[in-house]
Structures are given as structure tokens and as C-alpha cells.
């Protein structure tokens, strides 16, 4: 079992930025890899980026938040940043983190979401 909480959302203004942490807890946090995701009014939820906890992490982004997000981790506390820079309206949604096994694809543990608000 992982348990994941989220912090950090609110409010911005276009061209600003955020900074997102999700916390990790439970057993051997490093046998899973976390993930972030997005959901926006009226839309389905989208993948925004995703690390592993060892080596480099083996970060993937989706193409939209390139250049422009970045995820890091603080091994020692697991805990896992998504700093978001640049930000426009079109980012606004829920955020949520996620965790799955390194032996499957599907990213079985959820965070409750935090919002993501950017006012043009």
C-alpha cells in the first residue's frame, strides 16, 4: 500500500508559476513509480509527467509541459516536487499523484488532487 497527498496548489496568475509536492508513505516507496496527472473541467484526466525514485529518476514528460515543468524528488523524505513555470489558463485543473508498481503500467494509488488555478 502507498498513500499519497498532495499540496501546494492555488491560485496564480498567467506566467506564474507553482510549486507541487507530493508526499509518499508506505512500504518500499522505491519499488514504485510516482506520477503526475491533470484533470480539467470537462475533461478526462491527462498525463503530465512521471520519475522513478532510484537513479535519475527516468524522468517522461508529456509533450505539452516541456520546457516548462519540471519533476524532482527528495529521496530522503519521499517526497516528489512538480515545479511549474510559465503557467497560461489552459493549465488549470485538479493535480493529482499517482504510484504504480515498476512491474506494471497502471498506476494503482491516487492522491486526492490539488487545485491548480491560473487567471489570465
Known amino acids: 500500500q502507498v498513500q499519497l497527498v498532495e499540496s501546494g496548489g492555488g491560485l496564480v496568475q498567467a506566467g506564474g508559476s507553482l510549486r507541487l509536492t507530493c508526499a509518499a508513505s508506505?512500504?518500499?516507496?522505491?519499488?514504485?513509480?510516482l506520477g503526475w496527472f491533470r484533470q480539467a473541467p470537462g475533461k478526462e484526466r491527462e498525463f503530465v509527467g512521471s520519475?522513478?525514485?532510484?537513479?535519475?529518476?527516468?524522468?517522461i514528460y508529456a509533450d505539452f509541459v516541456k520546457g516548462r515543468f519540471t519533476i524532482s524528488r527528495d529521496n530522503a523524505k519521499n517526497l516528489m516536487y512538480l515545479e511549474m513555470n510559465s503557467l497560461v489558463p489552459v493549465d488549470t485543473a485538479v493535480y493529482y499523484c499517482?504510484?504504480?508498481?515498476?512491474?506494471?503500467?497502471?498506476?494503482?494509488?491516487w492522491g486526492q488532487g490539488t487545485q491548480v488555478t491560473v487567471s489570465s
Open positions: 499517482a504510484a504504480r508498481r515498476l512491474t506494471t503500467t497502471t498506476f494503482d494509488y
Open positions: 508506505g512500504r518500499t516507496i522505491s519499488n514504485y513509480r
Open positions: 520519475a522513478s525514485w532510484n537513479g535519475d529518476g527516468n524522468l
